[in-house]
């Protein structure tokens, strides 16, 4: 009995382990044959996962094609240098390979097949768009490339193959993070059957290893949408930033240190740490947008302000960024990219400023030649009236009055001459220091006696090249202007010394050229400028007197004569702080020619010669006529070039030929004297003009040896000018 329980029991036991035996193959097999099944729909989905990728990252290369013709579109376009078109003449053929390659990929996508094929006709057209840009620019220049880019049809092409792309790149993430899912749910099931057959102890190690499992997806998918990120941000030239509205997260892309001087990862990645960074007058205007934005039901959002940058400057920035709603319109994620456009605005601010100068030249070209005309007559009579009018006190006065006008008249129009750079100058070797002690006794009669001059000169100050008469018209004007800040007294410093600008200091400052140079530095203990005001200082008829006190062209003067000079002018000032004004001249290179001696004194003496007066205007030719006959010349008028060179050729007794520059007939003045010179070598030649143009003036100075008397000129300038040419020898 025992041996039949014993053997009974052995078989129940063989039996049962048979079973259990059958019963563990049977789970292995099944769990082989589950784990085969999930395995494989684990390798599929990992497919699937992986063909998400491949299309994702084929995105985001079109979209850096597209960027990289961009980019070397723009660099073309500002330098013109043909080596920036390279990714321009290779981008379009490698676009159209990639979106080959992502139609491809998408055909099983009904949605993303006919994204896809939205997306060509975009590419096309904003490659068109550049080679239209990039023709422009090869075949008409700067201007015609940026009239192109001003219609901001480049600019919604590309705006349109961004936002093409990211409803592309969204549609592969939803379906990576569907796959994903399904993916895990098929893994937790596998699990679930392992633990089942293995145990509490199996059910440990398969827990660990789905925590594993897991955190390594996690963080693969985390490391892959960094990398995604990174890739779009450095396929842009903008800094890229990615708000999360829910949890008022902001991410940047790396251009943020770059550009702009701020850790990408800061302490404060909130929105605040935006807003703050912009300029107060912009803060309001750009937070209440942005709000309103957010808000919104927008899509789009663009705002244009000033930026500071962690080293204190501002920059201008034009911010783009597209939001991404939910269902009920929320806005739950906003990406952008902020621009940096300073160096654009920059040159379109210098462009405006050369085109204004241009229009300023010219109505000032204009008016001046008429407008002297008119005042060389009325100075001449007035000064006639004022020596006749003698015995008639009241009379007297009023012809005084007529002069003064004139002349406050001549003043205007030679200090819109000097702001255009139209004057004529005379430079010469100078030494500056010796012109300034001459003008000591002339300054401080000018200033009054409770202001303190004082001069500091530079030891070893180089020579410069400058009109010396101008260069002191400019020192009393600042002179007058310091005397004006300080009504109740203070102290002028007038300072030289030698100065080398260098090329970080002319990158920085426009129309200014490195090298040496004299400076002059003009202060006062006045009442300084605020920033507005210092910003108009240059500005014509802009100032801060009471009306009648001041024209607003001093300063101007002032400006448009050092530049016309070559040189460089800088204001510094603070309110309450006085003023201080640096002058800049070029020092003078050896070619210079040193014509230091001013003229001597020359008496306004008349004689017996034979004066050819060639004037288009009747009233200066009647007055000028008038006035060299009263000196007992003999003189012989006409009208135009052509009549004074028949004059020339039917006569030989002409001493002098006195003759306008400006004129119809066609010959101006200096092809008339050129004309004269065939004739007559020996005959000397005297122009006179209110406005010369480019005639007998290049790079804004006189031609050497060119004798000239500017309109309007009183009597006795006629005079001697006259008689020193006459006595003095040929003009040319």
Known sequence: MRVEDRGGIGSRIRFRSRITAAISIIALIGLAAISYTSITQMADRAELVRHTHEVMDDLVSLLSRVTDSETGNRGYVITGDASYLEPFLTAEAEARAIHDRLTALVADNPRQRERAANLLPLIDARFRESAAIVEARRAAGFEAAQALVATGAGKAAHDAIRLAIAEMLAEEEALLAQREAESQTSTRSTIIIIVIAFGLVGAAVVMLFRHELNRERIEQRAREQDERFQILARATTDTVWDYDVANDRLWWSESLWERFGYPASGERPELTSWLDWLHPQDRPR???????????????????????RADGSYVHIVDRAFAMRDDNGNAVRVVGGMSDVTEA?????????????????????????????????????????????????????????????????????????????????????VNVNGLLSSMDPLLRRTLSEDIEIEFVRGAGLWETFVDAGQLEGAMLNLALNARDAMPGGGRLTIETANAHLDSTYADAHEDVSPGQYVMITVSDTGSGMDPFTLSQAFEPFFTTKDVGKGS??????????????????????????????????????????????????????????MILVVEDDELVRDYVQGQLR???????????????????????????????????????????????????????????????????????????????????????????????????????
């Open 552 to 609: 607003g062209l001093g300063l101007s003067m002032v400006y448009g004569f050092i530049k016309q000079s070559n040189g460089h002018v800088k204001i510094y000032s603070e309110p309450g702080q006085g003023t201080a004004v640096r002058i800049y001249l070029p020092r003078a290179a050896a070619g210079d020619v040193d014509e230091a001696e001013k003229p001597r004194a020359i008496a306004t003496t008349g004689g017996a010669e």
């Open 630 to 732: 009263a000196l007992g010349y003999r003189v012989h008028c006409v009208n135009d070039g052509p009549q004074a060179l028949e004059a020339l050729k039917q006569s030989a007794e002409f001493d002098l030929l006195f003759t306008d520059v400006v004129m119809p007939g066609g010959l101006n003045g200096r092809q008339l004297a050129d004309a004269a010179r065939a004739l007559r070598p020996e005959l000397p030649v005297l122009f006179t003009s209110g406005y010369t143009e480019n005639a007998i003036v290049h790079h804004g100075r006189l031609d050497r040896g060119v004798q000239l008397l500017n309109k309007p000129y009183r009597r006795a300038e006629l005079a001697a000018k006259i008689r020193q040419v006459l006595d003095g020898g040929r003009g040319s």
């Open 286 to 308: 750009i937070e209440r947008e942005f709000a309103d934005f957010i808000a919104g039901t927008k899509s789009e959002w663009t705002g244009q302000y000033q930026l500071r």
């Open 345 to 429: 605005r920059e040159l379109e601010n210098r462009l405006h400023q050369a085109q204004r100068l241009e229009a300023v030249g010219q109505l000032t070209g204009g008016v001046a030649h008429d407008f002297n005309n008119l005042l060389t007559v009325i100075l001449g009579n007035a000064e006639m009236l004022v020596d006749s009018l003698s015995a008639d006190q009241e009379q007297r006065l009023l012809a005084e009055m007529t002069r003064t006008a004139a002349e406050r008249g001549a003043e205007l129009t030679g200090r819109l001459l000097a702001f255009a750079r139209r004057q004529a100058l005379e430079p010469r070797v």
